[in-house]
T-cell receptor, first 113, second 110 residues
C-alpha cells in the first residue's frame, strides 16, 4: 500500500497569509485527492488532482482560494490562500489506484491567529 | 451520490464483538460499500469493501443484506485500538473520490 507523507504536520498562520501543504507518495499514482476536515466534522473533498491537467474542484471550493499543483506522479501541493479563521481545519491528501482502496496522509493541522 | 445512515455513536466492551450498522436504501447497482475508520489524530484508513457477497479480511467482516439496502461491519473482538470513527461510504472502487458522511464514533470500554 502507498505511503503518504504530508508536510507540514501542523502550522499556525496569520490572517491574510497563505500556506502551502505538500503531499509526497512513495509510488506513482494517477489521482490524488485533497480533503478538508473542519473541527469536529467529517471530511469534505476539495478537489481531485490529476497529473498533467488542472485540478477538478468540488462545489464550494475555488481555484483562487485553493490552488493545487501536480507536477509529477508522486507529488502534489495544496495552497490555502488569504487565510481567515474559518480556514482552521485539518487538510488531508489521499491517493487511490485502479481497484485499490484510498490511502490517506495524517493531515496538516492548520490554525489561524 | 447515494446516502448512508449510521448511528452517531456506539459503545462496546473490550474483547467483545462489535456490529456497526449502515443503511443505504438508495444504493445503485454499481455502488460498492466501503468502510473506512479514522483513529484519533490520523487520516482515515481503509477497513473493508464489498459489492454483494459478505467479505472477510484480517481487520473485519462485512455482512451485506440480500437487497443491499443495509450492511454491517463486524469487528470480531474489539480492542482499545479499535476506538475510532467508522465511515460507511458508497461508490465505485478504485480511482474515485469518497463522499464521507458523519460516521459512527465507536468507544471501547476496558
Amino acid at each position: 500500500s502507498a505511503v503518504i507523507s504530508q508536510k507540514p504536520s501542523r502550522d499556525i498562520c496569520q490572517r491574510g497569509t497563505s500556506l502551502t501543504i505538500q503531499c509526497q507518495v512513495d509510488s506513482q499514482v494517477t489521482m490524488m485527492f485533497w480533503y478538508r476536515q473542519q473541527p469536529g466534522q467529517s471530511l469534505t473533498l476539495i478537489a481531485t488532482a490529476n497529473q498533467g491537467s488542472e485540478a477538478t474542484y468540488e462545489s464550494g471550493f475555488v481555484i483562487d482560494k485553493f490552488p493545487i499543483s501536480r507536477p509529477n506522479l508522486t507529488f502534489s501541493t495544496l495552497t490555502v490562500s488569504n487565510l481567515s479563521p474559518e480556514d482552521s481545519s485539518i487538510y488531508l491528501c489521499s491517493v487511490g489506484g485502479a481497484q485499490q482502496p484510498q490511502h490517506f496522509g495524517d493531515g496538516t493541522r492548520l490554525s489561524i491567529l | 451520490d447515494a446516502k448512508t445512515t449510521q448511528p452517531n455513536s456506539m459503545e462496546s466492551n473490550e474483547e467483545e464483538p462489535v456490529h456497526l450498522p449502515c443503511n443505504h436504501s438508495t444504493i445503485s447497482g454499481t455502488d460498492y460499500i466501503h468502510w473506512y475508520r479514522q483513529l484519533p489524530s490520523q487520516g482515515p484508513e481503509y477497513v473493508i469493501h464489498g459489492l454483494t457477497s459478505n467479505v472477510n479480511n484480517r481487520m473485519a467482516s462485512l455482512a451485506i443484506a440480500e437487497d443491499r439496502k443495509s450492511s454491517t461491519l463486524i469487528l470480531h473482538r474489539a480492542t482499545l485500538r479499535d476506538a475510532a470513527v467508522y465511515y460507511c461510504i458508497l461508490g465505485l472502487f478504485g480511482n474515485e473520490k469518497l463522499t464521507f458522511g458523519t460516521g459512527t464514533r465507536l468507544t471501547i470500554i476496558p
